[in-house]
């Protein structure tokens, strides 16, 4: 879209009787090579009228942030022009590195209440179980304060558990996959419209290399806490681990004792999803992506019946739709604020759908190779102490 046809940017729509108060966090990397500026990351923490409250900098490429209490931030990196630049950082309100820890780190993590982190990264070797070729494999590690490692988990390990929850079939057919994308996407693609017969072979041949190597995808590593379903069902206990398997539309829960994938769904059901998080009330919240069809939503799963009880479309459907990225997240007051990563629009819904409060990023952040005004995730929180007496 030309510059000058987005939407008016900044917050949008404000109704504040209906709103969950707070500040909303997101980030943006800024990189200019050919003007030799490198990379330059943004974080705001923004109020409710679009106003920056808080900025943290950092000079590498960013992602997912994360806040705590007292204004520290961690934030993930997965620059690839500085190799060992890459990892977790822990940095102050001043924007000073506190802490660093190098890893191939992929998509999330999630700091404990223990002190300890949850990290998802990347590893690449080969798994006779998916064939001869290299791979790239989820594996999950928890950390120490002093970096050592407490636990890990290799995804290629858990094949079978899929088979048997989900009905995975092993070997996957990745010609049979990429074909169903390429017509799907046709629909709705004008890339993919316009393109000759030899541009979508072309197209066809790059998904299958990029599915098979990338066969899982995992975008998602979120420690289940206190709620509802645990009671009911020890599979959803406090401690054990959601995954989200972008590639095969596959979300599932790791049980941290026996490593275990005791519960999964999704096939059929989700496209190419992302951030599913067990809610206090049992129910898990799933950013539904639609990456084939091309309109998104958010739904909200009993896993027990696994049943969708709640979700929001946009109206009319294609009108709400990020391809990648994004998230949701249920507010205390029981409104939903959704993240659709791709248009950098944020915005907050009540249990009945009504838009509350919308945010269109004035900022250009550099993703998927070129700038443009996406946000990897944001996330609403509430009030935060230290921010009482600055101006």
């Known amino acids: 879209m030309p510059e000058d046809a987005r939407p008016v940017k900044g917050v949008t729509i404000y109704k504040p009787d209906k709103c969950y108060h707070g500040y909303t966090l997101f980030g943006h990397t800024h990189e200019d090579l050919r003007l030799g500026k490198g990379l330059l ?37 997965r620059d690839r022009s500085n190799i060992d630049e890459a990892g977790l950082y822990k940095i102050a309100p001043d924007s000073s590195v506190l802490w660093h820890y190098h890893c191939r780190i992929d998509h999330d993590f999630f700091p404990l209440d223990n002190g300890h982190l949850m990290i998802h990264c990347i590893v690449d070797y080969m798994a006779p179980e998916l064939g001869p070729e290299l791979r790239r494999h989820p594996y999950f590690i928890e950390i120490g304060p002093d970096k050592e490692l407490i636990w890990e988990w290799h995804g290629e390990q858990h094949l079978q558990e899929l088979i048997d929850l989900v009905g995975l079939q092993v070997p996957i057919d990745w010609q049979a996959r990429a074909e169903e994308e390429l017509e799907s996407r046709s629909a709705w693609d004008e890339r993919l419209q316009r393109a000759s017969p030899r541009e979508r072979e072309a197209f066809k041949r790059r998904l299958i290399r990029r599915f ?24 959803f ?155």
């Open 41 to 77: 990351a943004h974080m705001y923490l923004i109020d409710m009228e679009g106003r920056i409250a808080h900025e943290w900098t950092a000079q590498t490429a960013v992602q997912l942030l994360k806040l705590q209490p007292d204004g520290d931030l961690y934030y993930m990196t």
């Open 237 to 391: 206990r406090p401690g054990n681990i959601v995954f989200s398997y972008r590639t095969l539309d596959i979300i599932g829960v790791i049980d941290r004792d026996s490593g275990e994938i005791v519960w999964a769904w999704g096939p059929g059901k989700i496209d190419g999803q992302h951030k599913p998080h067990v809610l206090a009330n049992g129910h898990i919240l799933i950013y539904d992506n639609g990456t084939r069809r091309g309109w998104s939503r958010v739904v909200e799963l009993d896993p027990l019946a696994n049943r969708i009880v709640w979700e929001y479309v946009g109206t009319p459907p294609e009108s709400f739709f990020s391809a990648a990225i994004s998230g949701a997240q249920r507010l205390p007051n029981g409104n939903t604020f959704i993240c659709e990563g791709g248009s950098g629009r944020l915005f907050e819904v009540t249990p009945d759908k009504e838009i509350v409060w919308e945010f269109r990023s004035p900022y250009r952040g550099f993703i998927f190779g070129r700038e443009q005004h996406s946000i990897y995730r944001a996330t609403r929180y509430s009030a935060p102490g230290w921010l009482r007496g600055k101006s």
């Open 212 to 235: 098979s190597f990338d066969w899982a995808h995992n975008n998602t590593c979120q420690v289940i806490g206190e709620n509802a379903a645990a009671a009911k069902d020890a599979r």
